[in-house]
């Protein structure tokens, strides 16, 4: 019997599930930190590519975006930006991020969550402003890419 249980604990505790004490070892599988860290480098990638605004090229900043977004929220980033562009944008607007901390809230195969906060500084001739930014971003793996489908700004 004390073999049987050694071999049950040894089995589960190399294959590490969601509901570890569930008599079936039904769960999920836990994301490994290798895959958390693709996860998180994609939310954060994201976080500081939407803080880089550039006044003097404006198409590269919405394709530096683009590429690190679904289809879906492509298109709405793309339709709130031509509304920003309307409303004028210096030329001499420059954005930088800086990220603060980012966490894996929730993943699974193909779709993840992250928390991330982060600050972001634009100056412009008007001086500078600096925004504080808390996000959670969720991600959908597409191929092998996790990309940004949404983000929320949380208080």
């Known amino acids: 019997m004390g073999v049987l249980a050694s071999s049950v604990l040894l089995y589960r505790q190399s294959h590490l599930t969601d509901a570890p004490f569930s008599f079936s ?13 693709h996860v998180k480098a994609a939310a954060e990638q994201f976080a500081l590519q939407m803080d880089a605004v550039n006044g003097k090229d404006p198409a590269a900043y919405v394709n530096g975006v683009s590429k690190l977004v679904t289809t ?24 930088t991020g ?5 966490a894996v809230a929730d993943m699974d195969d ?7 906060a982060h ?7 008007q001086g500078t402003t600096l925004s504080h930014y808390r ?16 983000f929320t700004q949380v208080s």
């Open 119 to 125: 600050d972001s500084s634009v100056v412009s001739p």
């Open 72 to 95: 879906k929220l492509r298109t709405s980033l793309k339709t709130q930006y031509a509304q920003f562009q309307k409303l004028g944008i210096e030329p001499t607007q420059k954005g």
């Open 98 to 102: 800086t990220i603060l901390s980012s």
């Open 135 to 150: 996000w959670t971003v969720s991600l959908r793996k597409v191929g092998s890419k996790w990309l940004v489908d949404n």
């Open 110 to 116: 193909d779709s993840a969550t992250v928390l991330i």
């Open 25 to 37: 070892n039904s769960g999920s599988p836990v994301p490994s930190q290798s895959q958390q860290a």
